[in-house]
């Protein structure tokens, strides 16, 4: 039986990542340190023979005793209101964390896939983004912490790669949703349907026509399965092209939700990225992969699961006041 370590496995992509991998037939390694995932997204798997949850924060170092085939970096605080409540963290789960995940992928001789971003290419002045684009990131910016670490992270598993002939895998993953996001988490599907289900008003941060293309998580998790398992050792793009401005998708989640209530305009965060579209050809190419769910069809799924969850969790909302990080 094939042995998989899972970092960030109690989070949204960690999770399911979890599920494919006991459903693929491999016992799994599932390592979190809880600061902001939840055991709620693993409870259904915590019984399996064939899964162990380890509580540990992967910046430490890490002893993990016995083989291992692969491993999954998905660590890592994943939106912006997060990286700015928890900025040191977040630039050392990408750093510190990559490093210890990768002496041990050189010392158990396994593969290893780390989740990278299209915050790699900050505010991009290339549309779409292909993999050759180098970016346009602010190093010191509210952003900085994740995108630069991020793109540390690249650059020291490129390093692993080559000066040890570690085997690696790189994915740069664009905006996606889902069940398990967390509903409070700032980001702005779980915001748009937070504020309609709780009766508020959606806001808009800026004019609205700001892009971000939506992946339903599914695919990407397809993506990423097939991208562990090709051949192919630079970073590659995963995420839906389909583009649409901020403004727009507001409109969509009101239709959806049936809620009454008004889009409000806030001040745009800064360093906001205005557009952001995968460009997959590396993808359908190399990995024969496309995304096959469509945002209405995943909005609905999405949907479903959000109002699936208590009163509680409605309105545990830790981030109202979104003025404190657009300064
Ligand atoms: N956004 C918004 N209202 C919200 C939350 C986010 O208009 O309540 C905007 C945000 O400014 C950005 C886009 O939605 O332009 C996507 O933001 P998110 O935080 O989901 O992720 P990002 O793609 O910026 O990392």
Redesign the pocket.
Known sequence: MKRVLITGAAGFLGSHLCDRFINEGYFVIAMDNLITGDLKNLEHLLENENFKFINHDVSDHINLDGELDYILHFASPA???DYLKIPIQTLKVGSLGTHNLLGLAKAKKARMLIAST??VYGDPLVHPQTEEYYGNVNPIGP?GVYDEAKRFQEAITMAYHTYHGVETRIVRIF?TYGPRMRLND????P??VG?ALRGED?????D?K?T?SFCYVDDLIEGIYRLLLSDYTLPMNIGNPDEIT?GD??EEIIKLTGTTQKVVY?D??VN??LQ?QPEISKARSILNWEPKVDRAEGLKITYEYFKSLTEDDLHKVEHKN?EQYVK
């Open positions: 939106s912006p209101i299209s915050e952003r905006n700032g980001r702005v599907l915001a748009f504020q959606l806001t808009v941060f800026g609205g700001q971000r901020i998708f507001a806030k745009l965060p906001d990225p952001r979104f």
